[in-house]
């Protein structure tokens, strides 16, 4: 199993970014996908997820109207589109499962700054 996650990157406040998730070695279609991210000393926090068909999306309150998630199941991709992005959306992002089935990726490193 492989997780790649890219995107990432300086953005000024109220900018916008999208990550891409790659996943390879296990049935992507079949599971419900998400995005995580956590900031040093912290937890890692669920932000978006998304039914295996792409039907179902749920964001946590804190992205709600400016973050997105999305997927390609044909290229065992998932997405998450962010805009109106502010500072305190500086983290690492990952992608996993809803369960956190597998191991973990590099994530992708958000940073939000003037």
């Known amino acids: 199993v492989r997780i790649v996650e890219s995107g990432g990157g300086l953005m000024q406040p109220g900018g916008s970014l999208r990550l891409s998730c790659a996943a390879s070695g296990f049935a992507f279609r079949w599971y419900r996908m998400c995005w995580y991210r956590q900031a040093p000393g912290k937890e890692r926090e669920l932000v978006a997820s998304i039914s295996s068909s792409g039907g179902t999306l749920n964001l946590a309150d804190s992205v709600k109207g400016r973050f997105t998630i999305s997927r390609d199941n044909a290229i065992n991709t998932v997405y998450l589109q962010m805009t109106s992005l502010k500072p305190e959306d500086t983290v690492v992002y990952y992608c996993?499962?809803?369960?956190?089935?597998?191991?973990w990726g590099q994530g992708t490193q958000v940073t939000v700054s003037s």
């Open positions: 996993n499962t809803e369960t956190r089935k597998f191991n």
